[in-house]
Structures are given as C-alpha cells and as structure tokens.
C-alpha cells in the first residue's frame, strides 16, 4: 500500500503560515487540498496558482520548499490507490474502517478477505 507523505503536515502548515486573523485562511486550506487531490498537470497548477495568489509570500515560500511529488496527485509516479494518508497506520486505518470494531477473529478474516480482494483486483489489472 502507498503511504503519501505531507498532506496532513501541508495543510497544517499552510494554516499556520497564514495569519489567524486573516479571513481567507480557510479558503487558502481548501486551495491547499485542492492542489493535492488534482488529477492532472494543468489542474494542479490552475489551483497551485489562486493558492499563491490568495496565500502571499508565506504560502509562496512553503510551496517552494516541498517536493511536489510526495503530495500532489499530479506529480506522484505510482498508483495511490486512493489513499492520502501522512502515515502507514492512518492510512491502514482508514482502509479498515468497518472491520476495526469487529471481535479480534471476524478483524481478521475480514481483513485477509480485503488484502485477498486487492490481490486479485491488482492481478486482473495486470494482466490487460
């Protein structure tokens, strides 16, 4: 499973880069996330550019320093399989979610049964 590292960090500190009295710090997070969930290039850097326009110099800076490809969509080589995730027990946890209040047996062949399903889904995929 991918783990994508920073978004959780990014959105936090794009929050904090920004003064708490200003009123546009909720819409430049939202322009954050944006930017990472885009699919495509020219997306990516439509939403790339309102964020630095609203966000300022502190957001300019913040994106300059970041690898784009450990948090954007756009630019991860690999498939993310739809996880965005900062950590590898986040991101179990969130594909998890049903099966983590079972009683210990049922959690686990619950489990098996995704990590089986994956497999196979991934096997198919492979062979086309």
């Avoid at 991860?76 to 965005?84: I, P």
Wanted: hydrophobic share 45%; charged share 25%; net charge positive.
């Amino acid at each position: 499973m991918v783990v994508l590292v920073l978004l959780v960090v990014g959105l936090n500190n794009v929050g904090s880069a920004i003064r708490k009295d200003n009123k546009l710090r909720k819409y430049v997070v939202k322009l954050f996330s944006d930017c990472a969930y885009a699919s495509s290039h020219h997306e990516f850097f439509t939403c790339a550019e309102k964020l630095k326009k609203y966000g300022g110099l502190p957001v300019q800076r913040f994106l300059t320093d970041i690898n784009l490809k450990n948090w954007a969509n756009a630019y991860f080589r690999g498939a993310r399989y739809g996880e965005m995730c900062s950590t590898l027990a986040e991101c179990f946890n969130a594909w998890i979610t049903k099966e983590r209040f079972l009683p210990i047996t049922p959690m686990l062949f619950g489990i098996m049964e995704k990590m089986m399903e994956m497999s196979w889904n991934r096997l198919e995929e492979s062979m086309k």
